[in-house]
DNA sequence: CTTGGGATTGCAAACAGACCACATATGGCA
DNA sequence: TGCCATATGTGGTCTGTTTGCAATCCCAAG
């Protein structure tokens, strides 16, 4: 049903923790490192596919809809900048490339991202001391194999 | 206006990095957390407070409403189980106790909480290295102590 | 003419979040 | 005595975001 990460078995989690799929808000910062990881411009299809293979969608892709919308808000604000390839051969494309903004974005979402980490870390922690067992090692999350 | 965690001044966080207040998802398992960390039974307001000083809220504490509302969903679903006390002096409070379900469920949650690290770890890392620079060591953050 | 890459819009269900209003109870202050 | 703040619990509404689905369009290859 949802992918994030899956520990155990499909079945046991889905009894009680409701994880979300994306995370919610980490789209954003996935497509942006996606785009900083390429040398060339990309285009929405592309970037959904590569996004896929992200440890947030971890291996199944994203709703195509949801990263074009990102796209174009991410446009508005500045962090890509657009333009149309019409080749001869083939249908328009529509390729994004990474503003000087857009890479600054990535590397504040470095240190946000930290923090989610380290909220959520807390919470962990607090969660296996309440329980009084010990902090269980990060599991190995499989499952997806990461290569962005 | 959100709270998760702020490395960096308000401002430039907010120019980019559109971060939930809440992780909006991990409200479950911090009450959890909460009720687990109590010898007696808690009852919603007290959860609330207690809530507020985990590292999710950061010390703003969270809309009661919500929280109760989550409390009778939990209730419904087994995780916790309440009673009313009717003291002779004071308002009659209604007061809740994991049972042992819930305390599967958030043993359950800190696996779930290591696969939310791990992936935005991995999310991190694969920013930072699209963006050629060496990954920061994980920022303290402050803006709350945290006392669970 | 169907399939598949590529882009986009609209809609609707679902959910989160912030309020507000209400119902009690206690204790303190003017 | 009357008013108010602080506890406590609950219901409702309003607004906004998420998100997935369906439908549309273009073009090319088979």
Redesign the pocket.
Known sequence: MWSVCNPKADGELKECA?L???L??L?LPTILTVLAASAEPL?????V?KAAASPLFGGSK?????V??T??QMETSGLVT?HWNTP????????FTLTTEGRECLRRWIDSLACYCSVIGELRSAASDALGIELPPLPHCDGHEHTL
Chains 1, 2 share one sequence.
Not at 43 to 47: D, E, K, S
Not at 88 to 95: I, L, Q, V
């Open positions: 409701q979300g799929r994306t919610s808000r789209t285009h929405g299809y592309v970037i596919q994203p709703d195509a809809t949801g074009y919308r796209l174009k657009s001869k051969a083939g249908p328009a494309k529509r390729s």
